[in-house]
């Protein structure tokens, strides 16, 4: 029989779905999610938190900063994270099916509040469309926790309030969907107002209004919630920063559009 101490590829992927969800200072063995995938799998609340850190080992924006994570386990996470990088779609869907199946739930039940309405969809139809809703709830899951739960303009701090904004839409680049970089988290009428182009970022993360919506500066709403944010920046997020390719995209393919 194979050791007790030897992770399957089924609790590797677990992890690895809990070390996205998690900001770098939650990977100890007293955090409650830690502690709940623990009592899920088997497994110590230390031996969670230990694989939580060889993912950080794997994750290029903790090399980038000189930040190595615990290496010693790090072979067995490193496929884990490539697949990730390959196609973030189909593993983030499997690491979900997993967690629900451990939970001894049923997709359609632990999802209900948003599948609930699929019932007359059928066959293909519905299978994609349970997929995409899945993942674009862990999307918004990674998204705010990399932002702490707060909007990165705003500071609003209610997760009601709150949207996991994508930079390149989710409609153009569908290998980019899931891609922590290309998200942010904003207040509904900040990410009404990004979508639209009618606010933009650059590269340093500074806030840009567009010259449409400038055209409404005598409005008291202007001044309310657009004068004050021009020319500020981002709140910095907890591990993953904006991509500097999609912040371009944006600026040339949508907010250049309100600038005319």
């Not at 496929?79 to 997709?107: M, T």
Request: hydrophobic fraction near 35%; charge should be positive; include cysteine.
């Amino acid at each position: 029989m194979p050791s007790k101490n030897l992770w399957n590829r089924e609790e590797l992927i677990l992890a690895f779905n809990l070390y996205l969800k998690l900001p770098f200072g939650k990977l100890n063995r007293t955090t409650k999610e830690v502690i709940q995938l623990a009592n899920l799998i088997g497994r110590t609340p230390s031996s969670i938190a230990f694989r939580l850190t060889n993912f950080a080992a794997c994750d290029p924006y903790h090399l980038a900063r000189g930040v190595k994570g615990m290496v010693g386990g790090k072979k067995q996470c490193q496929p884990i994270w490539d697949e990730f990088s390959i196609n973030r779609e189909a593993l983030i869907f499997e690491s979900e099916r997993i967690l629900a199946g451990r939970e001894n739930l049923k997709l359609e039940s632990k999802f209900y509040s948003i599948l609930s309405d699929l019932n007359d969809l059928k066959g293909e139809d519905k299978v994609r469309e349970v997929k995409a809703r899945i993942n674009q709830n862990f999307f918004r899951q990674l998204v705010l926790s990399n932002y702490n739960n707060t909007c990165a303009i705003s500071g609003i701090d209610i997760p009601e309030l709150l949207v996991s904004s994508h930079i390149v839409p989710w409609s153009v680049n569908e290998g980019e969907r899931l891609n922590p970089e290309n998200g942010i988290c904003l207040s509904s009428l900040y990410d009404r107002a990004f979508d639209k182009g009618l606010i933009g970022i650059n590269e340093n993360l500074t806030i840009l209004i567009s010259t449409e919506l400038k055209r409404h500066s005598k409005n008291t709403y202007y001044n309310k919630f657009f004068d004050e944010i021009e020319n500020t920046n981002l709140r910095v997020p907890q591990k993953y920063y904006p991509n500097k390719d999609f912040i371009q995209y944006h600026l040339d393919e949508i907010f250049a559009k309100r600038n005319v």
